[in-house]
């Protein structure tokens, strides 16, 4: 398949004629790759099922796993959900647009293939002014998962998304930078008190201040086991994974340089190569390996717009395996974990 690939600018006139074309393509039908303030998006109608059905198999998605839909307005949820609690209203009213995801009790008009058969849809409202006009110039919902081959790091670059989409979309979009560079917080609304599926960077506190009895679904901090199940069906995947294999070194930050860098010895002496995904404050205190910094300790954002690039880059750089330090589990440092923890399945060593 041609996939026609353009870079907007900002504020460009030619950007306007090149969304209206994509939203254009998603309303026959098509599949279009777009930025967002999280992560890459990959759309197409979510009112179609045939079109949808092409969003996964170009990812090589489990079928199993819902598609969350993008709308430009707040008059729009309606047209897609229905009983909509006070507490849902409340979470839109105070987080959108912006990276949040709400579960509401799916209208008919949304395909079944969207939600995978459940009677519940994630709705989120971007902020990427790119993403609200190409859902605009659509003129229906978009249901659109994450840029990648299911299972690899999602794209916070156009292209990564090349990389890994060209030939199977029928447009890609680049242009924004990926703001936050994590994927959405997924709040379940259709059980009081609302629940939290997926860790993101409106965090917990910030949820706790408008519905303060909101929770973090217990599982997702853990292996996924049949004893802890996540509830999002896509947080029981194999996930953010690299090619290579990445461990994450936990505990003091003094310990944790030099268990790394004894670990690094001991890949060194089997000829592998090693990666190391370290910080600005403790980058320099490592050898005999490829380190590259996250961004400060101080700017935990920084750090998660970064994550899933590293990653890549990592792999690019053919690595065997991927030393990363850990990062305090609070406010956005909880999405950062659940991250990594699911692209190191959990293998973490305590110091
Ligand atoms: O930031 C984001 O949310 C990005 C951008 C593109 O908007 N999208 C994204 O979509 O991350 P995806 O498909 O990669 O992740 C959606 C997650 C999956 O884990 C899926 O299982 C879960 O949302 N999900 C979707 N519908 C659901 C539902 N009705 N109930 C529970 N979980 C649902
Ligand atoms: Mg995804």
Redesign the pocket.
């Given at each position: 398949m041609y996939t026609k690939i353009v870079n907007l600018n900002k504020d460009d006139i030619e950007a306007d004629k090149a969304l209206k074309e994509a939203g254009e393509l998603i309303q026959k039908g098509k599949l279009v790759v777009f930025p967002?303030e999280?992560?890459?998006?990959?759309g197409a109608n979510a009112e179609d099922g045939k079109a949808v059905t092409k969003i996964f198999e170009a990812k090589g998605?489990p079928q199993d796993?819902?598609?969350?839909i993008?709308v430009a307005d707040f008059e729009d949820v309606d047209k897609y959900a229905k009983n909509i609690s006070e507490s849902a209203k409340r979470l839109m009213q105070e987080f959108w647009p912006g990276?949040m995801?709400l579960?509401l009790e799916?209208k008919s008009i949304i395909s079944d293939v969207t939600?995978?058969g459940?009677t519940?849809?994630?709705v989120?409202m971007?902020s990427s002014r790119i993403?609200r006009k190409l859902i605009r110039y659509s003129g229906v919902p978009i249901a659109?998962?994450?840029?990648?081959i299911s299972g690899r790091p999602?794209p916070t670059d156009i292209q990564r998304c090349i990389e890994d989409l060209n030939g199977k979309v029928d447009y890609i979009i680049g242009g924004e930078n990926c703001e936050?560079g994590?994927?959405?917080t997924?709040i379940?609304c259709t059980v009081n008190p609302v629940c939290i599926?997926?860790p993101?960077a409106i965090t917990l506190e910030m949820v706790r201040k408008v519905e303060n009895n909101a929770y973090i679904d217990p599982a997702i901090m853990k292996k996924s086991t049949t004893e802890f199940k996540p509830?999002?069906?896509?947080?029981k995947?194999k996930h953010y994974a690299p090619k290579a294999d990445v461990k994450i070194i936990s505990g003091d930050l003094k310990k944790t340089i030099e268990k790394i860098n004894e670990i690094v010895q001991n890949y060194i002496d089997d000829n592998k190569k090693v990666g190391i995904m370290a910080t600005d404050e403790t980058k320099d205190k490592y050898k005999n390996a490829s380190v590259i910094s996250l961004g400060s300790r101080n700017d935990i954002y920084t750090i998660g717009k970064n994550l899933f690039e590293t990653l890549r880059e990592f792999d690019d750089q053919k690595v065997d395996v991927i030393l990363s330090e850990a990062f305090s589990e609070e406010g956005f440092g909880v999405a950062i974990m659940n991250r990594l923890n699911k692209s190191a399945g959990f293998d973490i060593i305590n110091v």
């Open positions: 967002t999280t992560v890459y998006g990959l998605r796993n819902p598609l969350i993008h990276p995801t579960i799916k939600s995978a459940l519940s849809v994630g989120r971007p993403a659109a998962p994450s840029a990648n999602s936050f994590l994927e959405s997924i379940d599926l997926r993101g509830k999002a069906p896509g947080m995947y």
